[in-house]
């Protein structure tokens, strides 16, 4: 006959039905998934990884020749090395003046910089393998000149809305790039976790953060209602990060990231709502400026009705 077996562990044991039911229905957190929202390759990534390669080659050559020259190829080496730091900068400072509808035009032209010193590293090369000025310069110039038309200029003016005043948008560009380096500094402060789950979860949040610094940009006067979420939320966000970095990188303690992953889930909700009102506000304020303007029509007896203004 068969006999129904029941122990300890097993489910069938009637002493412990609530146990098993709990094990079985018990919901499972689910894994914090790699978040790429809001995220791009860069651009000209493997481009600017070459122009810190090229370089390395002349350090590994330059103390085979005599003391003068190795100079000379060291230095040109060194300057590559510096122009290729100073573009990459550069092309993220342009990324980010792109990505913003209100931007102030970067305060140091790093990409120009960069093309100047491409010109004088080339020419220090060119000039310490042959001791001819003449052709180090045209070399020098060629290699600047292909930089500058290769990457392009920095961005040489300040970008803003139409039929918004400069105070309103310098307002806007400063908030949004004091907000910028909070986020920054929380991206520091993260990677020292030594956590890839909580890195994508630190994107997904800033990826939040930035839908509304394109909100603010989009209608200035939104900035008033935005102003602490851009100042003192931002800096708590930052300021908690920090602290949770330094304690989970000593004990590595799962309830202090379970923590900390509730704030960060509480902090990306009201960031969010936050926006979504200031949407829906907008909407309201477009409302009443079509209600005006239908009013106005009327008055001088042209009588527009909603229909004719959609028809339009």
């Known amino acids: 006959m068969a006999k129904r077996y029941g122990g300890e562990f097993s489910p069938a044991d009637t002493g412990n039905d609530a146990t098993a039911r709990d094990r079985v229905t018990a919901p499972v957190p689910p894994p914090l998934e790699a978040s790429f929202k809001g995220r791009s390759p860069a651009r000209h990534g493997a481009k600017i990884n070459l122009l810190f390669i090229a370089p390395l080659g002349v350090f590994l050559t330059a103390f085979f020749q005599p003391t003068v020259a190795m100079a000379t190829d060291l230095a040109g080496g060194a300057v590559l090395l510096l122009a290729a730091w100073l573009l990459r900068d550069g092309i993220r ?22 093309s100047a010193l491409t010109a004088a590293g080339v020419g220090l090369l ?5 001791w001819n000025l003449v052709t180090a310069v045209i070399a020098g110039a060629v290699a600047g000149a292909l930089h500058l038309f290769i990457f392009e200029p920095d961005p040489m003016k300040d970008k803003g809305l139409d039929g918004v005043d400069n105070f309103q948008t310098n307002r806007v560009a400063r908030k949004v790039e004091e907000a910028e380096t909070l986020l920054e500094a929380m991206k520091d402060a993260i990677l020292r976790a030594r956590d890839r789950q909580l890195e994508t979860r630190v994107d997904g949040f800033q990826a939040t953060v930035r839908q509304m610094f394109r909100t603010v940009e989009e209608d200035p006067r939104d900035l008033t209602d935005a102003r602490r979420y851009l100042g003192v939320y931002l800096q708590g966000a930052r300021d908690a990060t920090v602290k949770f970095a330094d304690l989970y990188g000593r004990n590595r303690d799962p309830d202090v990231r379970a923590d900390y992953v509730q704030l960060l889930d509480d902090l990306e909700t009201n960031f969010s709502a936050r926006t979504q009102k200031m949407l829906i506000d907008d909407r309201g304020d477009l409302d009443v400026e079509i209600e005006v303007l239908r009013d106005r029509l009327n008055r001088d007896n042209l009588h527009i009705t909603s229909k004719d203004i959609h028809h339009d």
Do not use: L, M
């Open 126 to 130: 060119v000039f310490g393998g042959q």
């Open 93 to 114: 400072a342009e990324d980010a003046y792109n990505e913003r509808k209100v931007a102030r035009r970067p305060a140091i032209p790093r990409k120009i910089f960069a």
